[in-house]
Every structure is written in C-alpha cells, then in structure tokens.
C-alpha cells in the first residue's frame, strides 16, 4: 500500500488567537520577512553611508539598490518618476522575494504543533510561506491596484482618468468607446484576480511540489528543486514589482496619449 503524503492545505492554519484575531503561520512567516527588512536596515544605518563603500555590506546594499533602480529606470524612462516610485516597488519586490525565500528554510513546514484545523486536531506547522496564502497576495493585488489609481487621479485629474472608464456613448468614438470602457474598468478587477493567483499560485505549487519530492526522496533529489524554487520566488517578485511599475506608467497617461 502506498504511504500517504501529506500534501499542504490550500488554507492556511491558526496557530493561536489575540482576542478574536486568529494568528495564522502564513502571518508569523509575514512578521520574520518583516524583522528581516528591519534588521538590515538598521545595520546600514548604524554603519553609515560612505561615498567611497568601506565594507562589503554596503557594496551589497548597493548593488541591490542599485539593480532595482535601473530596472525600475528602464521601465518609466524617466529619473524623477522613477524616484518618486522606487520606495513602493522596491519594498514590494524585497517583501515578496524575501517571503519567498524564507519559506525553503530548513524546518519551514516541517516543524508542527498540535492544533485544530476544520474542526479537527492534527499536526499544524509552525512556519509556512506567507504568499502560500491568498489572503497575503490578495492584499498586495489591492494595495498594488488602489495605489495605481490614486496615481492616475493625482497625475492627470479626476475627470480625465475616470473618463479610461466611462465613455459617454455620443462622443468618439462612440459605442465603440463607450464599450472598449466597460472592459478597462472589469480589466481593473481582473488585474487584482490575476496579481492574486499568479504569486500564490506560484508558490502554492512549488511547496507541495517540495513537500511531494522530499516524501518520495527524501535525500539529494530534492536539491535541485530548491534551487528551481528560489528562481521562481525572484522571477515571481520581480514580474509582480515590474507589473506595478508599468501600470502606474500607464495610469499617469490619457486616452490622447497612447494609454491603450
């Protein structure tokens, strides 16, 4: 008889509960990704800056400041709007990429406590990656989104932007508009469900395809699909913060200036 695999649940698991908000290790995950970010960027601060880099972290800070900047650069062309939206991006894709990396750890996933899940006890991990629950890539779609628009409303005004949306039918050209419209305000929508399920599901699938490898071979094999998993999480952080940058370029411009 073949032995079970216990392959994660789409769920996310409560570990415990602050008055009535559950704490769920997707969330203790989200909290060390955090402390991370914290962490080195206290230690650059304690070294202080230096116009000639005495140290090797600040070579480093650097590099990866530095990279992030002409990639965000390459995509809006322009150096004063790259400035302006470089602290959004960047701490996007140094979230996401650190989440999810911080979940092929050693003992992420497979260090449990015991606990209750849908009504019954079993064995709940401790840690798991955070963007192996929707609800996190929800909230990064929605504040991704929403930042987006107030962009757009801020940049080009109020009436102008919403008119990407609604078209009266009587103005060129015409129906045509009025319904190429309809669809941008739905594509809003369809943006949030796609930023949503393309990270989660990205990650979902490689901790159960981890999960399934590590239970049949539990030595050597899984090696290289741990490497697969950590291009997979800087492809997957960099195509959401590079999606972002785009769409903001594309709320900044009018229907007069090319936006479709």
Avoid: C
């Amino acid at each position: 008889m073949a032995s079970f695999i216990p392959v994660p649940p789409l769920s996310s698991e409560t570990l415990f509960h602050i008055g009535e908000f559950g704490v769920r290790n997707t969330l203790i995950m989200a909290w060390m990704a955090m402390a991370v970010l914290f962490v080195v960027a206290l230690l650059g601060l304690a070294t202080g800056y230096k116009l000639t880099p005495r140290g090797r972290f600040q070579v480093l800070l650097e590099m990866i400041v530095g990279g992030l900047h002409d990639f965000f650069d390459s995509i809006f062309q322009n150096e004063k709007m790259t400035r302006r939206f470089f602290p959004l991006l960047a701490s996007i894709f140094l979230f996401i990429i650190i989440g999810n990396w911080m979940g092929i750890l050693p003992g992420v996933g497979s260090i449990t406590i015991e606990g209750l899940h849908n009504g019954e006890i079993a064995a709940i991990p401790l840690f798991r990656s955070m963007n192996a629950d929707v609800n996190m890539t929800l909230v990064f779609a929605i504040v991704a989104i929403i930042f987006t628009q107030v962009v757009g409303l801020a940049t080009i005004g109020i009436f102008p932007h919403a008119g990407k949306y609604f078209v009266m039918p009587w103005k060129k050209p015409y129906v045509l508009g009025t319904f190429i419209g309809i669809l941008e305000f739905i594509g809003e929508f369809a943006r949030i469900i796609s930023f949503t399920f393309r990270l989660f599901g990205n990650i979902f699938a490689g901790e159960v395809l981890l999960v399934v490898v590590s239970s049949l071979v539990p030595y050597l094999v899984p090696i290289p699909f741990l490497g697969l998993e950590i291009f997979v999480g800087f492809i997957q952080a960099m195509v959401f913060s590079m999606l972002t940058a785009v769409f903001i370029l594309m709320a900044m411009q009018s229907h007069g200036e090319g936006a479709h």
